[in-house]
């Protein structure tokens, strides 16, 4: 048996920032994953970091995106200076653009609706907007200007983590499932994975749609399920996108490298993860809508995701009922996003045994009953 400080189970974005902010207070760290870590949601993500809620069940968790992205340029920063590896972020906000008869109505109600929830938007004419990207297309009929969003490769961000958590001191286990939780008195004591037993004296529960699965009797408990969701990638003939895209059916999220990023769907299909052609027409759709030359680029890619939902659409975070053992999970479609304050606040937990942020919203208990 191997005894660490801390075990992480889940080695995509969210675990390895853990590992990573743990390791960095010289804590002996494992970060454990059933196949090759950063290859579930983290890797089919497109990388959009925007604290504006994508429905009103998004809207508690505003304070904590605002917060992560507070974060963010620090975090970047620390984990590039450690892996030699680049992240690809960028601040160069985005365009949340509007179609249809009562596109000018919509835009106005979103501009209020973010002002009184404290996020920066402005509206644009449309010929500033076209000043900004000259290849909108004539469906446009009305446009806003988020400021201080910003986006990440969450591939290269992920491997990026993954070697600071190493070269901090972090041990890495791919490959390695997880049979079940260990306890001892009712407290949290480690994992049994392979067959072995690994002894902890925490254990941070960071699997994102799996987590449920490895409680097992417990599942109630960290109730998570995979939300699928299609993904595209698309190389445009002749011209680039310098900022994200975003509609009210889709986004464009553009890459260094002159790639665009086009999704998603969101479908309760378990951990089916096939594309479909009913997904890929639907983002199709919305993507040559906000760009019609997309009609003749290139595809290079599709996949899907599946993302961790929770029945309030919320994240899991902080203590659980089991002393030692800590829920950092159902992020659903904001994983990419929330990863800073994800590890700062575990790692406050964990050495502190308390945070100064509020994040009783997220706790693990309120599924307790």
Known sequence: MRNYDV???GGGLIGAAIAFELASEKLRVLLLDRQTPGREASWAAAGMLS???DGLP???LIPLAQESLRLYPAFVKSVERVSKKSAQFERRGALHLFSGKNAGLDRDEIVARYRSLGLAIDPLSLGEARARESSLGPEVAAAAWNPDEARIDPRAFTEAVLAAAQKRGAKILPDSPISRLLFERGR???VLACGKKIL???????AGSFSAAILGKNSARVPTRPVRGQMIALRPRGFRLAHVLRSGRGYLVPRQDGRVIAGSTLEDAGFDKCVTPAGLRSILAAATEMVPALDSAEILDTWSGLRPGTPDELPILG??????LFIATGHYRNGI??????ARLT???ILAGKTNFDAAPFSPLRFTT
Not at 200 to 206: N, P, Y
Not at 337 to 342: D, I, K
């Open 337 to 342: 996003l929330l990863a800073p304050v994800t």
């Open 200 to 206: 902890a004296a925490s254990v941070v529960l960071a």
């Open 51 to 53: 604290a504006a809620p």
């Open 188 to 190: 949290c004591s480690g």
């Open 347 to 349: 790692r406050e937990w």
């Open 319 to 324: 203590p659980s009922h089991a002393p030692g």
């Open 58 to 60: 998004a809207i508690p």
């Open 7 to 9: 075990a992480v189970v």
